[in-house]
């Protein structure tokens, strides 16, 4: 038995983390959490439409799914922190994905605004879940101002490119004494056991099922690959060698 | 009076509060935050909480994302 991921106060069994963004339609996003296991779902903060008759939380069962309100679109901590206030009050929950981006092409992570705004919003009193780049400086940084879980980018956002640069992602592992859950830039399943494999805490995606072919499919898919990669993280990998180890005895024929 | 919320300019009668702008205009009062002239306004102020001519309205809730 693993044992759970615990954020702050709040504790899941599934480390699978998963967006509700850019879906098909509706009910193919209520199918795919379902297939994913995820118990965390993220959402996005917008201005509501008037006399709009339907909402997200008619296809989001929020007694099952624990609400991560996201920043997105902020950049800068001033925004970060308004769309966090406006979230708490819309969600009655200190949970918030952090994401202050630097720039719309790459939709890379501002660190200074990021850093300004984690330190802030730890003082408030939010969990702070924040986004940032694969950098094991910032990482530490933004550990050591509060945020209860790091979440350094595999690639960039919707990119699909998997895990880039594996070296930084165990260096952030290596000194971590938060959670580090990898968020964006997953593509398929096995980006996401490459993470685990890593020993990252959890994987938060949304692209990779959202605008597969088959979101459904490739949420079980996915929940498979998180579950697959924890489990050789946690039985201990052999080491690599450069020649071959026979399998079968070599002796008594 | 003539208030501004969520960008669009609207009508509504004055001195009406919050909750009941949130009722005239159906938005879901248990999901959205509101803020007026730049000010978060708690949900339990929403039935004391007045708005006057020229206000400037945002209405805010969850929508899908990643």
Do not use: W
């Amino acid at each position: 038995m693993d044992k759970k991921l615990k954020i702050g106060k709040y504790e899941f069994t599934s480390r699978l983390f998963v967006g509700t963004g850019k879906y098909p339609s509706m009910q193919i996003m209520t199918e795919a959490l379902a297939a994913s296991g995820a118990e965390v779902v993220t959402v996005a903060v917008r201005r509501a439409k008037i006399s709009e008759t339907e909402s997200l939380f008619d296809y989001i069962d929020t007694k099952k799914y624990t609400i991560l309100p996201n920043t997105a679109g902020c950049f800068s901590a001033d925004d970060a922190i308004r769309v966090a206030h406006l979230a708490r009050e819309a969600g009655s929950s200190d949970l918030i994905k952090l994401e202050v981006l630097g720039d719309e092409k790459t939709l890379l992570p501002d660190p200074v605004e990021t850093l300004k705004a984690t330190e802030i919003l730890v003082k408030e009193g939010f969990t702070v879940l924040v986004y940032t780049s694969d950098d094991p400086i910032i990482a530490k940084k933004l550990e050591d101002a509060g945020a209860t879980c790091v979440m350094p980018a595999g690639s960039p956002i919707g990119s699909g490119q998997g895990i880039l640069n594996k070296n930084n992602l165990r260096i952030i592992l290596e000194s971590a004494k938060v959670p580090i859950i990898v968020d964006a830039g997953v593509g398929t399943a096995s980006d996401v056991t490459i993470a685990m494999e890593l020993g990252s805490e959890g994987v938060l995606l949304n692209t990779g099922i959202a605008h597969a072919k088959d979101p459904v499919r490739m949420a079980k898919a996915m929940k498979l690959a998180c579950e697959s990669g924890r489990l050789a993280f946690l039985s201990g990998r052999i080491p690599k060698r450069l020649y071959a180890k026979a399998s079968s005895p070599e002796k008594d024929f | 009076m003539k208030i501004t919320l969520n960008g669009e300019l609207k009508e509504c009668p004055a001195g009406i509060t919050l909750d009941k702008l949130l009722a005239l205009y159906n938005f879901d009062k248990h999901r959205t935050a509101v803020e007026l002239n730049s000010r978060v306004v708690p949900r339990r102020e929403h039935s004391s909480q007045t708005v006057k001519d020229a206000d400037i309205l945002e209405v805010v809730t969850f929508v899908g994302g990643g």
